[in-house]
Structures are given as C-alpha cells and as structure tokens.
C-alpha cells in the first residue's frame, strides 16, 4: 500500500498528547516513511465505540475492547498504557474499604473502558455486585463530592487530583492487580491498527508510532509543555507525573510480560463472562 493519509484516534490527556508530540506539532522530527496522519481527538470510551464499527485505521482503544474489535484490528507493540503497580482509583466522600462497596452506586467512566473490567474482576458483575452510572471521566471527581453516587472510579488526571475535591481512596486497581498476578502489570489502554492496511503498512505505521513515542521521551520537558494543554487541573509537575506514569518502557514495547498481562486480563474477563472470548490477541510489531 502507497503511503497516504490516516485517521489517528487518541484521547484529549496528557499521556496520548506527549506521545504523539511529534506527529501533532512537525512531522519532519520523525521519519515517518511518507505517511501523514489526522489527529481525531476523542475519549477512550468513544473511541472504543469507533473501533468497533471500523472507523478509524489507527486509534486509542481500552485493552477490554478489543476481543469486540480483534476480527478488524491488531494491538500495535507500542503505544501502551500500563499501570504497574498503580491505576484506576476508587474513591469516595468517606473513607470506607472495599467491601463497604458491596449494593453501591459507582460513578465510572464508561463500560468500554479497561477500568471497568477491572472493577468488575475486583467486586464482582456490575448491576448485581454493586450499581453504576456512566458520567464523563473529568466530571466523576465533582459528581462524586455533590453526594450523586456513593463512589467514583477514576482514571486519567484525576487519580493524582481527587484529595482537591475532598475524597477519600478506597483502593488502586492497579496494585491490587499487581499484587494478585505475582507482579504485572494492569493492561488499560493500547493502540491498534486496522488489518486491511496490510501487514506491510501496519508494520510501517507502527515504527512512526514507536519513533514518535522515543522523541518524546528524549525530549520530555518540550512534549510535556504541549501536554499541558490538555491537562485539566494539573501544572507542570503534576503533568510530568501523570506522563511518567503512563509514558515509559511499557508503551515503547510491551514485551512478554505486557503481552502476558492483556492476555491474563482478557482471559479472566472472558471467563467471568463480562468481555467477549478471544482466541488469540494479535500484536503488530515495527518493520
């Protein structure tokens, strides 16, 4: 396939802003072997949704999307976004434990999203275990603290910002995972890249990705003040903090153990019945 124009989908947050720096502010930082991109900026929930239906030949996806996306999709090695050790948190007015959550209404971000899975594999299936409301994820804090459910999951800024909102935390899922799995990390978000590219141009695309990736990691303080514009709430440092947490070696590559951890996360979905079953996940590395 002759190189042209894609639709690159991402959220509007710091991470997916710092790791695509390049491409957004001058492609020419990058080779990118002929290929242009048009960035679609949208939350992850929606693009998961977009990716079901094809739209988009590259894009953000929750990693618990993808066995509804796998026939036209592959993970690209790169792009990932890994809670090692942290990750969505869960949060309420007073300080409670977990069990405390049992029959409550959970604010979350979206039932596509990867936190969702993970709550659900921590508490049990939603609607039975406990209830929930879909609210957008930078509203959950506030909708949380006006007394509106009686927790809120977070993801994104907010898992460094709730204590300005007077919450409490209940748990990280992102160590409970870790914790429970012998060490891995918590798979939540990844990028995939449509097969009808062909293998050729997905394997192109994909090094564009990773070479934009390793630019911003070399030059961190110039694409972390880009990121800042799309930090609700967060200065430079906290900024700095939220990237580093989601921007490292796991999204430059995630390796076997990344690998291990989608398809533990997957698996265990699959067999709770509350993700679609997968087969085998497909993972499209740079050439």
Known sequence: ????????????????????????????????NGWSFNHVLQDINTLSDRAIKGDLEITAISIASFPQVAEKYALTSCGASMG???????????????????????????????????????????????????????????????????AGLLIHEGQLTYADFGLHLIEDLGKWWKDRTDGLPLPLGGNCIRCDLGEQAMREVTGVLQRSIEYSLKHRD??????????????????????????????????????????????????????????????????
Request: proline share 5%; hydrophobic share 40%; no cysteine.
């Open 222 to 287: 110039e694409a972390v003040k880009y990121s800042l514009q799309f930090g609700r709430g967060l200065d430079h440092d906290l900024a700095d903090e939220f990237v580093g947490m989601y921007v490292n070696d796991w999204t430059l590559d995630y390796g076997e153990k990344g690998q291990r951890a989608i398809e533990l996360f997957l698996k265990e979905g699959s067999d709770k019945g509350y993700i679609g079953s997968i087969d085998e996940v497909s993972f499209v590395r740079p050439g």
């Open 1 to 32: 396939m002759e190189p042209h124009t894609l639709q690159l989908g991402h959220s509007p947050d710091p991470d997916d802003a710092f790791m695509f720096y390049a491409l957004a502010q001058d492609p020419t930082l990058v080779e990118t």
């Open 84 to 150: 090692d050790g942290y990750g969505p948190r869960l949060v309420a007015r007073e300080a409670m434990s977990t069990d405390d959550l049992a029959g409550k209404t959970i604010a979350i971000p979206g039932t596509l999203t990867s936190s969702f899975l993970a709550l659900q594999l921590r508490l049990g299936k939603a609607g039975e275990a406990f209830q929930f409301q879909v609210v957008e994820f930078d509203e959950i804090p506030q909708h949380v603290a006006d007394g509106k459910a009686d």
